[in-house]
């Protein structure tokens, strides 16, 4: 599965040129990044007979909806465990959960503080005896398996470019692209959380050293916009027609075209944008963003 290479028009300094890989566009309901996690893991889940997917998310996670698609489509159960209890009674207010629960998605909701056990075997025994064997995929999709569909990014049509930019949630993805890239060519890596912690997670699945975290670009932190950042999402759009999510793609174009304007790239760099999905996200992020009274993603899903 190869996705595009667009070109953004816009106007660059110092002859840079930027380019967007549409991972976006992979599939209509498992797209991006999590196309390439779940591509090894179904293989495997069929390999060991398992006829049960169990994982891992929050209220308006990308990667609850993907699996609960690719499930009913592959032929398997699902069920989601689901951070935050006070969730349970309200799935029809959450276009997420009803997309999962459409799939046949089966959930089990608990509270912040039993999510944070997810790892723990105690706790994963638990629910085996609950639900019976299954098929465990982690929060996010990140695995070995998930890195190795996720070293399919890059092609050899992707040789000229300078710089690979992409954003970060639980490391998988960036890991992949990291065992992929060629020798001249450098990763730039923008965490969707606060902090640099899960630089010594990613080296434990990489090799070569050619990759950085950029820092600065978080908003305050996981699932946290400002009005600055949806306004640039939506003149993007405006200008380009290339719909960008506010967690993790959003974040990261925001970033590479102020670093553009800092002069931090070399001049005539060649640099390729990452679109790891995630656009299901937006109606959720806009019940949000309408509760509190402020602007709202101007893209339509």
Known sequence: MIS???????????????????EDLIH?????????????????????NKDTLLTFGGAF??????????GKDKGFKT??????????????????LQFAENCGMQFEFVSREEYRLKGENHFLEKLKMKFGDFYLIPEGGTNELAIKGCEEILTENDADFDFICCAIGTGGTISGIINSVLDHQKVLGFPSLKGDFLQDEIRNFVENQNWEFITDYHFGGYGKVS?????????????????????????????VIDLISENYFPANSKILLIHTGGIQGIQ??????KKKQLPTIAIHV
């Open 227 to 255: 009005e600055e950042l949806i306004a640039f999402i939506n003149q993007f759009y405006a200008e380009t027609k290339i719909p960008l999510d506010p967690i993790y793609t959003g974040k990261m174009v925001f970033g």
């Open 79 to 96: 069920i989601g465990i689901i951070r935050g209890d006070e969730l349970r009674d309200k799935i029809s207010e959450n276009p997420t």
């Open 284 to 289: 959720g992020m806009n019940i949000k963003l």
């Open 4 to 22: 595009l290479n667009q070109h953004i028009n816009l106007e660059l300094p110092n002859g840079i040129s930027l380019y967007i890989k549409r």
């Open 28 to 48: 209509p309901f498992v797209s991006g990044n999590k196309f390439r996690k779940l591509k090894y893991n179904l293989l495997e889940a069929k390999t060991q």
């Open 61 to 70: 996670s990308n990667h609850i909806a993907a699996v609960a698609y690719a």
